[in-house]
């Protein structure tokens, strides 16, 4: 059964001092009371959130945060026995205010990664530097509220759970009806614009074309994406729970396989966008374009080289011609181009990590089998004389692969390679989504505003 692959609780660590942030009573209500309730009305409750708590320290800093009795919350009460050193304190500062403060946050996260927390609540700012040296070391990522509502949001829903801290989307359990309802841009941009095409009666076919762009196209890619980070996230969850931290490399990610199937998904809905809606431009713009003529569809589109239908559109709106010749939206362009066109017709992308070679992973084949095969031999003793040389050989083989993989360390967690100019650069897909989605935005805005001036 698939779901017995999938980790069911997320942990996350309270900061205290974030309660003291938090101004707002509506904030600290729906972090975890509302959302607890919201769970507990989740008919199968496939998915659950823990919050951990150092009550501890409520006297030492005069804070109270009052916790319903059925909230999901794991109070510490003692602080830890192993302190870990995530933040170095020099002697001479240990006895300050700055030493005392060290000290705290050295158990805030201590706590946190014992037990096995990957997201830490804090409405403090922390050194940019160091909160990535803290997530690539231990898993761990330092969040704000609004950071960590979008989190949960994605685990809820990869289970199509739909919760929303920030819109009314509460036991809907269709995802093509809660993204309608809470995403901003389709409600206050898309649909305007399908609303603004209608008023003129456009023919069947525009009409036809608008719609599948605004409530399946456009709707499928937050779905999708929505998967993405799910998956990303339980491979992350199942990292830390299995002790596959600093930087260690898990050489069985089985959830990348879900990664891999909606990163090249996403890509196909994200490049089929672009030219559904050059075709959008072309039709209410009365271009004149016909999709049924090859010579039509070989002009219409947005990259620089479709120079005749770029002139239509300098010619019709300065802005929107301006927008999608830019150097940042043509780099965009190409870039996810090339990999969407390499998934096509070569080679389909993998989510794989870069791995960096170790100390570790560069020892010989000797060293490895008597470290390895110490108390194991490869094949049974019982059935070792049954099958022939080269099988056990193979085995070896595959052992020390695996061995070898599990001591490297990661490197960046998804990447192609996309040549430019005779250069070899290195493409995140997972990465860059914000990116793919404020140009695919941008775009529709300015094709929305061009169509309400003309």
Request: glycine share 4%; with cysteine; proline share 4%.
């Amino acid at each position: 059964m698939m779901w017995n692959l999938i980790n069911n609780n997320l942990k996350i660590f309270i900061d205290p001092f974030t309660f003291l942030g938090l101004k707002n009573l509506e904030e600290r209500i729906l972090l975890v009371n509302t959302f607890k309730h919201y769970l507990s009305l989740i008919d199968p409750n496939l998915c659950d959130v823990t919050f951990f708590f150092p009550k501890y320290v409520e006297e030492e800093l005069g804070v109270r945060r009052t916790f319903l009795p059925d909230d999901k919350v794991v109070f510490i009460e003692k602080p830890p026995d192993h302190l870990i050193n995530v933040f170095p304190i020099h002697p001479d500062l240990e006895s300050t205010e700055i030493g005392k403060a060290g000290k705290m946050l050295n158990e805030f996260f201590s706590i946190a990664i014992q037990n096995k927390c990957i997201f830490y609540l804090s409405e403090n700012d922390f050194d940019k530097k160091k909160q990535k040296e803290i997530e690539d070391q231990y898993e761990i990522q330092i969040v704000k509220l609004q950071e960590l509502y979008k989190k949960i949001e994605a685990y809820t829903q990869g289970f199509y759970n739909y919760f929303k801290f920030r819109y009314a989307v509460y036991g809907i359990n269709s995802p093509d009806i809660a993204h309608a309802m809470s995403d901003e841009f389709h409600h206050r941009t898309l649909i305007y614009l399908e609303a603004e095409i209608n008023k003129n009666n456009p023919n069947k076919e525009l009409k036809e074309r608008v719609r599948s762009f605004v409530h399946n196209r456009y709707i499928d890619i937050l779905i999708t994406i929505d998967k993405i980070n799910f998956f990303k996230l339980q491979q992350r969850i199942y990292d830390v729970e299995h002790g596959f931290i600093n930087g260690r490399y898990n050489n069985k990610p089985h959830l990348q396989g879900y990664i891999r199937y909606y990163i090249n998904y996403y890509l196909f809905l994200l490049w089929g966008a672009i030219d559904h809606l050059a075709w959008i431009i072309s039709d209410i713009f009365s271009f004149g374009y016909n999709p049924d003529i090859g010579r039509d569809r070989r002009s219409v589109g947005l990259h620089k080289d479709k120079k005749e239908f770029l002139e239509k559109i300098k010619n019709q709106n300065a802005d929107l011609y301006n927008f999608i010749i830019s150097d940042e939206f043509q780099e965009w362009l190409y870039f996810f181009g090339q990999l969407r066109h390499q998934n096509a017709h070569r080679e389909m992308f993998a989510a794989a990590s870069l791995l960096v070679e170790t100390d570790e992973s560069k020892i010989s084949d000797e060293e490895i089998d008597r470290i390895i095969y110490k108390d194991v031999p490869p094949i049974p003793k019982e059935i070792e004389h049954r099958l022939p040389p080269e099988v056990i050989e193979n085995q070896k083989d595959l052992d020390r692969t695996n061995y070898r993989i599990s001591k490297m360390k990661k490197g960046i967690d998804h990447f192609a390679l996309i040549p430019k100019n005779g250069q070899q650069f290195i493409f995140d897909p997972v990465s860059r989504i914000e990116l793919d989605m404020k140009n695919l935005r941008g775009l529709i805005q300015k094709v929305f505003d061009a169509y309400t001036k003309k």
